[in-house]
């Protein structure tokens, strides 16, 4: 059972350069998310999705964008990569958003911008 | 703005002691809360929660009480062992005006557990 999956777990960017996460879940959740983890931050939500084809803004969405085709993936997409966006991204997802659902981690995808 | 926070950065404890984790909100319309414990490089897991209805939890050595009219949580591990030196965040969700569950997760506070 894999859970939720990200790839790639690591990448070097040069300023201005594009790229994407993809996240993946195997447990038919509906809802998926993006965070970042910054020391001293938390974990802070970018973007999340309610199910396939949906997409919402979370508290720090600036800089990123995301899809959600299909209902096991959810992408995020960084146009033009700044050293600000230099962080420690998590992938998640949860059932139906009912009060106490758990949400699942991916393992994380360390991305640095030089 | 904050709404869930986590006071102590870090916190270290002799093995076989008590180790308690405290989280404090501002939400009184959270009304679920959850910890997670992340290790090192890995994403993290879910431990334990609770719903508001409720002021205690336990599983196994893990218990989490909640105090409503303090808007305080509490994580005791007893006893405590090496294999649980982590960073620990507490989490909150509560319903947004979205009509979407929201979950807001805490600054964390990493546990050292001394052999």
């Known amino acids: 059972n894999a859970g939720v999956t990200q790839t790639p777990k690591f990448r070097v960017l040069k300023t201005g350069q594009s790229m994407t996460l993809l996240c993946a879940q195997d447990m038919n959740h509906e809802y998926m998310y993006w965070y970042r983890q910054d020391p001293g931050m938390g974990l802070r939500l970018i973007h999340y999705s309610v199910g396939e084809g949906t997409t919402a803004k979370g508290e720090v969405p600036d800089g990123y964008n995301v899809s959600r085709l299909k209902k096991q993936n959810f992408l995020l997409g960084l146009e033009s990569a700044a050293p600000s966006q230099t962080s420690v991204y998590f992938c998640?997802?949860?059932?139906?958003?009912?009060?106490?659902?758990?949400?699942?981690f991916g393992e994380g995808s360390w991305l640095t911008v030089v | 703005d904050q709404q869930v926070k986590q006071n102590s950065p870090s916190l270290s404890v002799q093995e076989g002691r008590i180790s308690i984790l405290n989280c404090d909100y501002t939400n009184s319309m959270f009304d679920y809360f959850l910890w997670y414990k992340k290790y090192p490089a890995e994403g993290p897991t879910f431990l334990i929660s609770i719903s508001s209805i409720k002021d205690k939890n336990e599983d196994g050595r893990f218990t989490v009480f909640l105090n409503k009219s303090a808007k305080h949580l509490s994580l005791h591990i007893v006893p405590s062992q090496p294999g649980d030196s982590a960073v620990y965040f507490c989490a909150a969700s509560a319903l947004g005006t979205s009509g979407t569950y929201k979950y807001i997760f805490g600054t964390g506070t990493r546990l050292k557990v001394l052999a």
């Open positions: 998640a997802s949860s059932e139906h958003a009912v009060s106490g659902n758990t949400i699942y």
